[in-house]
């Protein structure tokens, strides 16, 4: 099960001329990468009334971005389209820290995943690892569970009878 998580929509005027790059992405990239990325939805829809192309991505939290393609290069467009991919539709602000030291640390600055793998970031669900913050320590039995368990044992050692 994947999340979707943005839905771009690539409005594509395929009679302008200038559209050249935009075509080679539609006709060659846009099947890949909707192959590889299943949480994004992506919907291409050529149009005769926009005279350029362009991406608008819609987010779950409804916003929507608009990009447009006119004279971009293939590459350019796949990078535009990663971006739009790996962003949250929330606006992009500067974290400001509340406090100012006129003589920052040498040493540089420390976060909870300064040793950690890269990997613990990037992740698909469901995932086949569990989390580092489950328990290591095999789950205990719950009581109904024992209860059947010591039933079946009377049962079988035969000195419980049914009537």
């Given at each position: 099960m994947h999340v979707?998580?943005?839905?771009l929509a690539v409005v594509a005027g395929l009679q302008v001329t200038a559209t050249l790059q935009h075509r080679d992405f539609v006709e060659q990239d846009i099947v890949p990468f909707a192959e590889k990325n299943p949480q994004v939805v992506l919907?291409?829809?050529?149009?005769?009334k926009y005279t350029y192309p362009k991406v608008?991505?819609?987010f779950l939290n409804g916003t929507k971005r608009k990009?447009?393609?006119?004279?971009?290069?293939r590459e350019d467009i796949i990078k535009e389209i990663e971006l739009l991919?790996?962003?949250s539709g929330l606006?992009?602000?500067?974290i400001r820290k509340q406090w100012h030291t006129d003589n920052p640390s040498i040493q540089g600055y420390w976060h909870p995943f300064y040793n950690k793998p890269t990997e613990l970031n990037i992740e698909t669900f469901p995932s086949q690892n569990p989390t580092l913050s489950e328990p290591r320590t095999p789950r205990l039995p719950k009581l109904t569970e024992k209860l059947?368990?010591?039933l079946k044992e009377i049962k079988?050692?035969?000195?419980?009878?049914d009537k």
């Open positions: 979707i998580r943005a839905a919907y291409v829809t050529p149009h005769s608008v991505a819609e990009v447009d393609l006119n004279n971009l290069s991919r790996t962003q606006d992009i602000v500067r059947i368990d010591e079988d050692s035969g000195k419980y009878r």
